[in-house]
């Protein structure tokens, strides 16, 4: 028996808004002080009736998937003057928008802030924010995903064209907007929000693959090298427990020497499936390196993580594993490792890690199958 204490045996547990019939359609919208015949409550917002939650998932999933249909594009519509809200509004529910209004910037980039919004159409010249800090304060937001922007105005010269798109609106129409010339313009913002939600979505695929082994389905040593040495700095920081089991399946050489690759591909793929099951959803578990996995356990020290490695120990070796090759009894050797207290403030992967092989080695040299403990205080 080595300097690391020894765990054997048991341990004991420590719908969309109505439209008017008859309406006759507006060549031209928005020029300055057209009068409309609808009226609007005297807080100068009418929002439209909210969707029913399926109608906005199924926005969301088709967005990442492809064009959706044009009745799921949202769009946030901010002008000051009700009655140009109300005409706008309508000729956009009428080309199957969803149309949401805000009276000024400040309600709108609040709106933003908590909805599902893919398209924004914004005058220039409103109290409280305008469009042009609008826009500014939209893209400051960095949020995701992307919302594509329409700034419009009467000015019309050169330098208020580059003020407004420098401020981050991504098109710029001038008044009175035809209704037409709207429509394509928002078709070209709705094929530009679908590439780059596909694009996105691409590249969080991408980076997941990047983090996870593709054997096992289950993270990586990579996302272990990037996610480990931060959560030991927060644990140190703030004061909390954390401690990282290492499991390595016993004979699996044999396993592949006698029933081939291809069979012993199969057990370390039950043996993920079965320590995963085995283990809290804010826990990691990492394919550490050929049949070796590590568990990080945080909020848990060290006595809590021999626990739980002793119940991953017996859940492996309660009942054979199924493969192609037949049922095949298969064990692993634990190491455990962390602080019985607080987190030390010079605490590194490299040394947790370390502590985690070492009590492995100690269990493999006490006949396997079984759990070893090496504290780091």
Not at 148 to 161: C, M, P
């Amino acid at each position: 028996m080595s300097q690391y204490a020894q765990v054997s045996g048991q341990l004991a547990e420590p719908p969309s808004g109505t439209q008017p019939s008859g309406m006759r359609p507006e060549s031209s919208i928005l020029s300055a002080g057209q009068p409309g015949p609808e009226s609007e409550p005297a807080h100068g917002m009418a929002p439209d009736p909210a969707p029913a939650p399926d109608t906005v998932e199924a926005a969301s999933g088709g967005l990442l998937s492809g064009s959706p249909p044009e009745s799921r594009w949202r769009v946030l519509l901010v002008d000051d003057e009700a009655t140009q809200r109300l005409i706008m509004a309508r000729l956009l529910r009428r080309a199957g928008y969803e149309v949401e209004m805000a009276a000024d910037g400040r309600q709108a980039l609040a709106m933003l802030e908590s909805g599902d919004f893919q398209l924004m159409i914004t005058d220039w010249e409103m109290p409280e924010m305008d469009g042009v800090a609008l826009c500014s304060a939209l893209r400051s937001l960095r949020r995701q995903p992307y919302i594509y922007t329409v700034l419009l105005t009467a000015r019309d010269s050169i330098e208020n064209v580059v003020t407004g798109l420098s401020s981050g609106a991504d098109d710029y129409l001038t008044k009175p907007v035809v209704e037409a010339e709207l429509m394509a313009r928002l078709n070209t913002g709705k094929r530009i929000v679908t590439l780059e939600r596909s694009l996105r979505l691409v590249n969080e695929e991408n980076r997941q693959l990047s983090v996870t082994d593709p054997l096992t389905g289950v993270h990586n040593r990579r996302h272990l090298m990037e996610q480990l040495p931060r959560a030991i700095e927060h644990a140190a920081r703030y004061h909390r427990p954390l401690a990282a089991i290492m499991c390595d399946v016993d004979h699996f050489k044999n396993i592949n020497d006698t029933y081939g690759h291809q069979c012993g591909d199969e057990v370390l793929k039950a043996v993920a499936q079965r320590l995963r099951s085995g283990i809290r959803a804010v826990d990691w578990l990492i394919r550490y390196g050929g049949e070796e996995f590590v568990v990080v356990l945080t909020e848990t020290n060290i006595s809590g993580a021999a626990v739980a490695a002793e119940n991953l120990r017996e859940r492996l070796a309660a009942e054979p594993f199924v493969s192609s090759c037949g049922k095949l009894a298969v064990t692993a050797s634990f190491g455990v490792s962390g602080w019985h207290g607080e987190v030390s403030s010079d605490a590194s992967l490299d040394g947790l890690m370390a502590h985690c092989d070492m009590a492995v080695y100690d269990s493999k040299n006490s006949g396997r199958n079984r759990v070893s403990v090496a504290p780091l205080d």
